[in-house]
């Protein structure tokens, strides 16, 4: 994430900002010891950061958000459960954290700064979100 703000990108500020402001903890990944991570490392297709996200959410026992079908075919052989990243403003609209208005709003913006989801998959999110309400 330094390098990111160093770098001035605004997914970097605003993951640092959310940090600072409680509503993200953030975890030391030792991937030397890992063997999920050894076992990774391997793999073509995956990214440095791709290991380290798998690598935690198994040694923590929780989800990985994670979108590239790469990563979560190779999660999958490895028992890492995944969720792609619009489950996160779907859980944040579910659990109260957002109004579906809000969720949208997140969603919409993630495409404004050049997330891609597929034009189907973008009406079962906001289908989805609507049924929240």
């Known amino acids: ?7 001035g990108y605004d997914d970097a500020r605003r993951i640092e ?3 600072e402001d409680g509503l993200v903890d953030t975890f030391a ?9 050894t076992r990774l490392a391997r ?5 440095d950061a791709d290991v380290a996200v798998l690598a935690c959410a198994d ?4 989800v990985a958000v994670m979108d590239e079908s790469a990563g979560r075919s190779a999660a999958a052989v490895e028992d890492v459960e995944t969720r792609g990243t619009a489950y996160v403003a779907l ?13 949208r709003d997140a969603i ?6 050049g997330w891609y989801v597929a034009p189907n998959v973008y009406t079962k999110i906001v289908g989805k979100l609507e049924s929240f309400e």
């Open 1 to 7: 994430m330094t390098t990111g703000v160093e770098r």
């Open 17 to 19: 900002r959310a940090v």
């Open 29 to 37: 990944v030792d991937t030397d010891d890992s063997p999920v991570a």
């Open 43 to 47: 793999h073509p297709g995956l990214s």
């Open 59 to 62: 040694a923590r026992s929780a």
């Open 91 to 103: 859980s944040a609209v579910k659990d109260g954290a957002l109004t579906t208005a809000e969720g």
């Open 108 to 113: 919409d913006t993630m495409i404004d700064h």
